[in-house]
Each structure stands twice: as structure tokens, then as C-alpha cells.
């Protein structure tokens, strides 16, 4: 089969991927690219290729050289980085992208993925079961290069018939890598702190309620959409998807089952103000009507796992 390149790789999401990638198509099939001169130890079983989103040329000639058929494009600057560096955060998460389309316009790529995010949603959006199509005033960069995108990228199946689909990740919370500097990134944080000093201070306050989502279920439901026949992918923006929806309170209480000595105390900074313009709860029924989307895990099977897994 040809060969598939995970562009960003070595993120919270592009690990775990690129297991799940190699798992399926095999270990030589699947090629991890990032900036860093070495991988992860994780991803040792495949190939890995130092390769930077932003350099257009080398990444045309990687993919054309080596025919590449299929691109998972993960590199961006998450929420709360981005904020601080908001041109570059711009740069990197849209002019990636259009090397990737561009390419596959031009013929070189088959299939893409490229993922969206909850952050394109804003203050003004329904915030219970924020519908598919709804209102999207986005109040920050990575919100707003996100939503940037998915209208490019809905551009380009339109008007280049480019098989570009995409997912609406939720605050993502895993074992085997670390979050990169977004807002939902204490629920993650949380089980680490539990384990190793028995406390933790939220950078939200105890009644922030986000969506979330355990990292088997996002990759089992990319694995899924890529799978899908494309007649089924009716939405080529970026599917809305759900998993559990839960507040700092509400997870520590559910860690308090299992570690009762557990304590929690709550510092908002400014990823307060990011998470307040963020809805509460997703309505996924047009990724669960077009291609069979169905989450696996609620919050007291996700802290489970997590406390199973994570070590202090």
C-alpha cells in the first residue's frame, strides 16, 4: 500500500496516532514527522522523518518523492500557546494547511486529515449541545484559525474535489502522551498531581464545564471517518464530536472515589476566559448518522483508566 505521513506527530493527539496507525497498516506503512531531531521512544517501531510544517518545500518534495497518499496534518499551536504567540500561531496552523491541500489539488495526495477543534465556537454559540451548524464568533487565534480552516478546507473538496475530512476535537485527556498547551490540559494535569503530591490547583474555576473526550475514543473516531466511504462524509468543514462533559469539581470528585485524601483548589488564569467562551456540551448526531460515530467512555470510565495507568 502506499505510504501515510503523520505531519505533527509527536503531540498529545499524533502519538497515539500514529500507534493506531501502524497498528492497522502496518509499521513500515506509516511514517512519523515532527520538528524534533529524535522521536519519542513510543514511536520507534516505524520510521520517523524530521520535517518542519512551515518549510513548503521540503514537505512538497517529501511527499512527492516518496508518494505519499495519505496525510494526517496535527502540527498547530494549541489555545493558550497560541494566545501568547498569536502571528506565529496564525502562520503555522494556515499556511500547513495549504501546502497539504494545495498538494492534494495538484493530485500528489489522495485522502487528509486535518483536525478542528471545539475553539471555534464562541461566546455567542448555544453553549447545551452546540449544534453542527450554529453560530461560530470564535474569540480566540487558534479559534479563529480553526474556523479559518475548515472553510478552506470545505473549499477545496467544493472546488477541487479534495478529500479533506475533519473532527471537532473536544478537550482530549490520555495516558501515553502529554497535553501541549491547551485550555482543557488540567484534566490531564490532574491525575498526575493526584498520583504524585495528593492535591492540585485548577487553572479553572471549579464550575467551568467543557466537553471532553478520552484519546481512544478520538482516535478510534478518526480511524473511523478516514474509513468511511466518502459518499458518507457529508460535512467536509469538520464534524461536531462528543464524549463527556464534566467541570474541575465534578473530576475531582470522581478521583476522590478512588483517592479519597485527594484535594483540589482553584487559581483561574487566562485560560479561564478561553474556556468561558467554549460550550459546555456537543450535539455529535451528524458524525453518529453519516458514519456510525459512538463514544465509548463517560467520565467514571475515563478516571478509571486514567488512574490505572498514570504513575506519580
Known amino acids: 500500500m502506499s505510504k501515510i505521513l503523520v505531519l505533527g506527530s509527536c503531540g498529545q493527539i499524533g502519538t497515539e ?8 497498516f502496518g509499521n513500515e506503512n506509516v511514517v512519523a514527522a515532527d520538528l524534533r531531531d529524535e522521536y519519542p521512544d513510543i514511536l520507534n517501531n516505524g520510521a520517523y522523518v524530521k520535517l518542519d510544517a512551515l518549510d513548503r ?3 512538497r518534495s517529501y511527499i512527492i518523492d516518496e508518494q505519499i497518499k495519505e ?3 496535527l502540527a498547530a499551536l494549541l489555545s493558550a500557546k497560541a494566545e501568547k504567540n498569536p502571528d506565529f500561531a496564525w502562520k503555522l496552523n494556515m499556511e500547513g494547511l495549504f ?12 485522502k487528509i486529515f486535518w483536525p478542528s477543534s471545539i475553539a471555534v465556537f464562541g461566546p455567542t454559540t448555544p453553549a447545551d449541545y452546540t449544534p453542527q451548524h450554529t453560530i461560530m464568533e470564535p474569540s480566540t487565534v487558534y479559534g479563529i484559525s480553526k474556523q479559518a480552516g475548515e472553510r478552506w478546507c470545505e473549499y477545496y473538496h467544493n472546488k477541487f474535489g479534495v478529500d479533506v475530512r475533519s473532527i471537532r476535537y473536544p478537550g482530549l485527556i490520555s495516558y501515553k502522551s502529554l497535553p501541549g498547551g491547551g485550555t ?3 484534566a490531564v494535569e490532574i491525575f498526575y498531581k493526584a498520583k504524585a503530591e495528593g492535591k492540585f490547583t485548577s487553572f479553572l474555576s471549579a464550575g467551568t464545564t467543557l466537553p471532553m473526550m478520552f484519546m481512544d475514543d478520538a482516535i478510534r473516531g478518526t480511524l473511523e471517518l478516514m474509513a468511511a466511504p466518502a459518499e458518507k462524509i457529508k460535512i467536509r468543514s469538520a464534524y461536531n464530536l462528543a464524549g463527556c462533559s464534566f467541570t474541575p469539581a465534578e473530576l475531582a470528585d470522581e478521583i476522590q472515589q478512588y483517592l479519597p485524601e485527594f484535594e483540589i483548589d482553584y487559581a483561574p488564569d487566562f485560560r479561564q476566559a478561553i474556556a468561558d467562551s467554549w460550550p459546555n456540551s456537543i450535539d455529535d448526531s451528524n458524525a453518529q448518522k453519516d458514519w456510525g460515530w459512538k463514544a465509548h467512555f463517560d467520565t467514571k470510565a475515563l478516571v478509571k483508566v486514567m488512574l490505572d495507568n498514570v504513575t506519580a
Open 184 to 186: 482543557t490540559d488540567y
Open 99 to 110: 501546502t497539504i491541500l494545495d498538494l492534494a489539488k495538484e493530485g500528489h495526495i489522495n
Open 57 to 59: 518545500p521540503a514537505v
Open 71 to 73: 496525510v494526517y496534518l
Open 17 to 24: 496516532l500514529v500507534l493506531a496507525l501502524r497498528q492497522k
